[in-house]
């Protein structure tokens, strides 16, 4: 059993930065794909960025070059660092991991791919 808990979320304006947190509990997650999705106003939940045990990445086109997804296993958690942020940026961010398959090498974009899921953050960027 693990447990995911988000924070750094906030009102900010265009162009600021923030950086999530996602503080993993119950079991070490350092064998286990771990990944950022977010879900904004009347939309469905959408892949944002992902980081395999091995440190391989990938982001969501929409957010390549702004944010950056960092794992420090030493201490349990995950990270987003969000950059040059938008209004459309704005959305509740979840943090998520793939306890069936350690040592996965797929980098999923799926939410079906996660089984453990975190309470969700706000982030709201203000125009």
């Known amino acids: 059993q693990v447990q995911l808990v988000e924070s750094g979320g906030g009102l900010v304006q265009t162009g600021d930065s923030l950086r999530l947190s996602c503080a993993a509990s119950?079991?070490?997650?350092?064998?286990?794909?771990m990944g950022w999705f977010r879900q904004g106003p009347g939309k469905e939940r959408e892949f944002v960025a992902a980081?395999?045990?091995?440190?391989?990445?990938k982001y969501a086109d929409s957010v390549n070059g702004r944010f950056t997804i960092s794992r420090d296993n030493d201490k349990k958690t995950l990270y987003l660092q969000m950059n040059t942020l938008k209004p459309e940026d704005t959305a509740v961010y979840y943090c998520?991991?793939?306890?069936?398959?350690?040592?996965?090498?797929?980098?999923?974009?799926?939410?079906?791919?996660?089984?453990?899921w975190g309470q969700g953050t706000q982030v709201t960027v203000s125009s």
């Open positions: 998520a991991t793939d306890t069936r398959s350690p040592y996965k090498t797929n980098v999923g974009r799926l939410s079906y791919e996660y089984d453990s």
């Open positions: 119950g079991r070490t997650l350092d064998s286990f794909l």
């Open positions: 980081i395999t045990w091995s440190g391989a990445k």
